[in-house]
């Protein structure tokens, strides 16, 4: 039997167990091997109290047995309504796997326990940063399309920077935790970033998202440095291989973050007001010396769509997904601006 800590989900439904295990360590959630185990007897006797840090067990295979073993957490997925030991920590097995996530990182942050190093195996991460001088001119629809077409084939988080965010009301699914979770543990338990971001995100249509700050006076208040930290640890505990960035103004530092991104993305329009607006962004640029920024920023101009798709989850089968797609084959790869 293996020596090393680990966590254990004991469930006779195979594939539900399967699906948790799938789940907790596509993102990382935990930085703990997970076995599995269909049978609480099997379990008891081979797994020792030392070696488990969590157990993870339905109802219906929290036996007399696996209480009375002396394990130090254990976690019950509820299957009926019966009332359990208020000592015992459980959740409903049926609720969304992100919330039961969500309180397995909280039990193993309880006690502070010292997590193993994680060690990242994708190569750096690359950053694509949205900022356009021009009010609504589709930037988040345009930044979450792109990121589920990337994440066809990539794993990608993508962090909402708006003044008002609205974002929560895109989403059928709502995570329990937001940036500003990561932001605070981030800057007092770094080591806790890890095990908090799964808490943190949703899956839209294969695209992971972070609830942003509640509004412009709390980002106003992060200063760039605590963001550039933030996605630095992100690149160092998690396996993403993009970080979409959609900003506003209200970002503080907003040159700095801008300059750490990859490729900037600039929707451009053809009226008078809104070509304006982007020569007096430009104009800025050179006044502060950062060429670079317009060097490295993509221009878009896209056609008035007579309809967009209303859920988010459906974004990469639109018009619009179909405008990216071309574009990102070579059509109108770069324009000037």
Known sequence: MNENPMIVICDDERTYACHLLDYLESRRAVDYPICIYTDSAQLVEDVSPKKAVLIVIAE??????????????????NETDRMMDPSVANISKYQETGHIAAVIQELLAED???????????????????????????????????????AEQHRVLYMNFENWPELDSRLENVP??????????????????????????????GLDVILP????????????????????????????????????????????????CDEIFTIRRGDNLSLSRLDGYLNFLKAHHEEELAAKTRYWEFPIFPELPARVEDYRQGALADEIRDRLSGREDRADA
């Open 60 to 77: 219906s295979e929290y036996t007399e047995a696996v209480a009375g073993r002396g394990y130090a957490k254990v976690l019950v997925l």
């Open 112 to 150: 502070g326990a010292e997590a193993p190093q994680t060690i990242r195996h994708s190569g750096p991460m690359k950053i694509l940063g949205f900022h356009t001088p021009v009010s609504r001119c589709l930037q988040t629809t345009f930044a979450l399309t792109l990121g589920e077409l990337l």
């Open 176 to 205: 329990q935790g937001s940036v500003a979770d990561l932001l605070y543990y981030n800057d007092c338990a770094k080591d806790k970033v890890s095990p908090h971001l799964a808490g943190s995100i949703t899956s839209v249509g």
């Open 213 to 260: 700050l509640e509004d412009f006076m709390e980002l106003q208040g992060v200063k760039a440095e605590a963001w550039l930290s933030l996605f630095q640890t992100i690149e160092q505990v998690s396996e993403y291989e993009y970080l979409l960035l959609d900003l506003s103004e209200s970002v503080q530092g907003l040159l700095q973050i801008l300059e750490t």
